[in-house]
Structure formats: structure tokens, C-alpha cells
């Protein structure tokens, strides 16, 4: 997998500088070669796993971190966004979907031009707004991809203007009453947040969620 995964970026011209199958390999890979973005999988070899890696790494050096991985349940999903990670991708993923998330992390490091923000976009907070009539998200003034499912979540829930949306009510009116597994409503929170500073939404263990405005 991990070939897969180095093959990709290089294709889609990233140069990769290391790789690393466990924590003290992780660490010294950081220290030797100063990358401008970390990809760790949560599942890694020897006693301390990617997410409490990270955590390590991230008292020694700033770097944008986004995690890989085939764990959606909400213990595992709660930790990562803990180490505020610009991206959660499970796999599989697509390659699109890395491209995207590793071009936000560059660009909160100032290596990406600015475009125009819309006036009558919301500001969510912490440099993040909305243009809720047609949905995109910006970071300060780079354009932030979101799927379809995502830009409806955030919709709703700036709608709702700081208010709980109960879970139901957002499985209703994102699937249409359709079933899905108990999984794939908090997977779809947890790939926003990931997009977005993460104390930005809360969720309230069995009510729902809601957007922490900060304005």
C-alpha cells in the first residue's frame, strides 16, 4: 500500500522525500527530512499507533497532517481530529481527494495565489467562510473542494445557525430517508471537520451536531 500510495503522489507530481513503518522510523524521518506534509496511517507497526505519532511529531514540528486510513469509528475518528489533521481519507480513496487535501496543506503555508471571496459569504471563524447560495467553502482565500454530501452537511448546518441538528433529522435530509449504516453518517462529520478547524463543529454524543460559530 504504501508503494501504491508513493506512486500516486508522485504522479501527481509531489516528491516524496521518506517512509516511515513506525514511530521512532516517523520521528527521525521528520527531524532528517523537514517535509512540508505528513501522510501516516493510523495503524502502525510497534506499540505506538500514527495518531499518537503525530502528536509527537507536532511537538517538534508544525507540519500539516493527513491520515490514511481504513479505521471510521468514532473512538478512532475523535482521537485524529484531536491532532487537527487538514484531511481524513479512508480507503480506499481517490486520487483526486489526496490531490485536493494535499493542495489545501500547502496553501496554509502560503504557497498558493489567493482568489476573491464572495462579499456575502458567512464567516465561520479561524479564516474559513461560507457561501451558503452556492456552497463552496473558502480557507482565507483559497477555494476549499467539498463533496456534494459535505456541502449539504454544511448547509444544514449553518442554517441552522448554531443550533443542534439531530442526527436523524441530517440522515433524512442528506440520504432521503435511505437506509445507511450507523458508520457512514459520522464518517461523512468526521471528513468535514477534517476540512475544517475542527472545534468548528461538535457533535453531541447521541443528539447531533451543530456549527460553533465564531464570528
Known amino acids: 500500500m504504501a508503494l501504491d500510495i508513493k506512486s500516486a503522489l508522485e504522479k501527481l507530481g509531489f516528491e516524496v522525500t521518506d517512509s516511515a513503518t513506525n514511530y521512532d522510523e516517523a520521528l527521525n524521518s521528520v527531524k532528517n527530512c523537514k517535509p512540508d506534509i505528513l501522510l501516516t496511517d493510523i495503524n502502525l507497526v510497534g506499540s505506538k ?3 499518537e505519532t503525530v502528536k509527537e511529531i507536532q511537538k517538534i514540528a508544525n507540519i500539516p497532517i493527513i491520515y490514511l486510513t481504513a479505521f471510521s ?7 485524529a481530529v484531536e491532532t487537527n489533521p487538514i484531511g481524513y481519507l479512508l480507503k480506499p480513496f481517490k486520487r483526486e481527494e489526496l490531490k485536493s487535501t494535499i493542495f489545501l496543506g500547502l496553501y496554509k503555508m ?3 495565489s489567493k482568489i476573491e471571496i464572495d462579499k456575502e459569504a458567512i464567516s465561520l471563524g479561524f479564516d474559513y467562510y461560507f457561501d451558503l447560495k452556492n456552497e463552496i467553502l473558502f480557507y482565507k482565500n483559497m477555494l476549499i473542494s467539498l463533496s456534494k454530501k459535505e456541502r449539504m452537511l454544511l448547509s444544514i448546518l449553518v442554517e441552522a445557525n448554531g443550533n443542534i441538528v439531530p442526527f436523524r433529522q441530517l440522515e433524512s435530509l442528506i440520504w432521503f430517508d435511505n437506509f445507511i449504516s450507523d458508520s457512514t453518517l459520522r ?3 468526521y471528513r468535514l471537520r477534517a476540512k475544517l478547524e475542527y472545534k468548528l463543529i461538535e457533535t453531541i454524543p447521541t443528539l447531533g451536531c451543530r456549527l460553533t460559530p465564531i464570528f
Open 49 to 51: 499507533d500514527g495518531i
Open 73 to 79: 469509528d468514532n473512538k478512532t475518528i475523535s482521537r
Open 187 to 189: 464518517t461523512l462529520v
Open 110 to 112: 502560503n504557497q498558493f
